[in-house]
């Protein structure tokens, strides 16, 4: 097949900077070479959405229905419209990546409130959501509507399915519903070793944003509703929210991919084997710190800032926090173990130098 485009980067050239660097998995390019002869109708109408419902139902139970997004934070806002009224607000914690990393979209976009705690390690608690959940008849005061988690945390750390029911409990009885920001859900899964279901339906999560992206996908998300007396406008949500793919059947038949057989737990599983490789030598390395427990496929360090500087001409990745010397190193589904070892002996050169 004829391109005029050519290679412009260096395919050796690995880092540790995100999991959205990683390139597309095969089977899922495979896939949407499969579904590009011919002619399919657009905006969902086509078979391989259709399909997907029923894969989805398959990890999410038997209420999921599925709509496909372009990205990330266009799922989190379509999620979180479903769930508030223009007055609502949202509970989360302060370092959730609809209020640190999303530009204020859920806010300009969403027309709605984040109100923000701090969270240990990440993970929300009951008692935590109880500083901001009040005022509900209070006029002046934005209404507290959800409660939002992320699983995987930001910070690397996982939530297990009985604090997850514990806070969706706590929220239902206070009249709020619950969505989970789950870009990556799949490390989750593979670290408690648990299908999807058990920490999203079964517990009683009511929207999840599922994450694919980092998982091996060219691009797309879902918005999984799961309560199904919510979300009646939802369609029209996404629409106005500029998250309508015309020509959604390549966005759908690479969850059918990922998901229709174990792909997604391949990947999920590798990015955090590899991550556990990197925690364990970035401890037996004099000097350097891990912050938070390695749960999932994310490490945090501390170390000189002037080491960090020195490994980044050669590895990406990016500081966390530049000032206390704090550093995010991420594994992906293509990681190797190669990639690993070298990092860590590059680490060890520029801290012994150091």
């Known amino acids: 097949m004829r391109t005029d485009a050519q290679r412009r980067h260096d395919p050796a050239v690995r880092g540790f900077a995100s999991d959205n660097h990683a390139g597309v998995h095969p089977e899922v390019l495979a896939a949407i070479a499969l579904a590009n002869e011919g002619h399919q109708p657009a905006y969902g109408a086509d078979v391989y959405t259709d399909h997907l419902q029923r894969i989805v139902r398959s990890h999410f139970g038997p209420y999921a229905r599925a709509h496909p997004v372009f990205n990330g934070t266009g799922a989190n806002v379509v999620a979180l419209q479903a769930l508030t009224d223009r007055w609502g607000a949202v509970i989360t914690a302060d370092s959730a990546h609809i209020h640190v ?4 979209a859920p806010e300009r976009v969403g027309g709605l409130k984040l109100l923000t705690v701090p969270a240990e390690h990440g993970r929300l608690t009951p008692e935590l959501i109880d500083r901001e959940a009040y005022g509900w008849e209070d006029e002046h005061r934005a209404m507290p509507q959800v409660v939002s988690i992320t699983q995987s945390t930001e910070l690397g750390t996982v939530y ?3 604090e997850i029911a514990a806070i969706c409990e706590h ?3 206070l009249g709020m519903h619950v969505h989970l920001d789950g870009a990556r859900l799949a490390n989750a899964a593979a670290s408690l070793n648990l299908p999807m ?3 999203t339906d079964v517990p009683g999560v009511d929207v999840v944003s599922f994450g694919g992206t980092k998982n091996g996908l060219l691009m797309g998300e879902l918005v999984v509703l799961l309560n199904p007396d919510l979300g009646r406008r939802i369609e029209h949500i996404r629409k106005l929210s500029m998250q309508l793919t015309s020509k959604m059947r390549f966005v759908s038949v690479q969850f059918e991919a990922l998901l229709a057989g174990e792909l997604w737990l391949e990947g999920a599983r590798h990015a955090n084997a590899m991550a556990t490789r990197l925690a364990e030598g970035v401890r037996a390395t ?7 427990p390695v749960q999932a496929n994310a490490v945090f360090a501390r170390l000189p800032v002037e080491v960090s500087q020195r490994l980044m001409k050669r590895y990406r990745f990016y500081f966390w926090d530049e000032r206390a010397g704090d550093v995010r190193w991420m594994c992906s589904w293509d990681t190797t173990g190669e990639d690993v070892d070298g990092f860590l002996e590059a680490l060890r050169g520029e801290m012994s130098r150091h």
């Open 101 to 104: 990393d999303e530009c204020g």
């Open 160 to 162: 297990t399915p009985d």
């Open 171 to 173: 929220a239902h009885q």
């Open 197 to 199: 279901r058990a920490f």
């Open 286 to 292: 004099d000097g350097v710190e891990t912050l938070y």
